[in-house]
């Protein structure tokens, strides 16, 4: 199971993008709402998310975590208990975790990133305490996925696909949605 973390004033295109090429891909998503299901991003785009953070619980079954960015979703990513639980299971179970735009803070803040490379969205960096930051817009280092900005959600999506699916299926799937860079 991937699960998909949305605070109110997430990014839309960072949510909703992995969500889509995931569930194309035959993956089960599971959209977990901070503070309750119904959640606001930050282009006032109200989404009803599959589980109040209330009732999540990581177990075997968890792949990855997702962590959109946007403001101020990504502060209240970080401080939310349930998704620095869902970090701790990930770190400690060798899961993955893909953050976007301003979400690698989150990462950055717990040292994470240290002795990484990542990227971030620009003026974030140095929140990326110990990573070698990179503008790039998207970078694997281990378990972990990075992404730059609302503008690389197609690509950080597809990175994902790749890493849970394999490269064909990612590739399969770009071609179908007529997607190329």
Known sequence: MIYVFLAEGFE??????????????????????????????????????DLPDSAFRPDDSLE??????GMPGTIHLGESDTVQSALTHCVSNDKWIAAICAAPSILGARG??????????????????????????????????????????????LKLVEVLCGADTAQKLAEGMVYSK
Request: aromatic share 4%; with cysteine.
């Open 112 to 157: 994470l990133l240290s002795d990484r490379t990542a990227t971030c969205y620009p003026g974030f960096e140095e929140k990326l305490i110990g990573c070698n930051a990179v503008a790039e817009p998207v970078c694997q280092d281990g378990r972990f996925i990075t992404g730059r900005g609302p503008g690389a959600a197609m690509d950080f999506a």
């Open 12 to 49: 839309e295109i960072e949510a909703l993008t992995p969500v889509d090429c995931l569930r194309r891909a035959g993956k089960d998503v599971c959209t977990v709402g901070i503070g309750g299901t119904t959640v606001k991003g930050s282009h006032g785009i109200p989404v009803t998310a």
């Open 64 to 69: 990855m975590i997702v962590l959109p960015g």
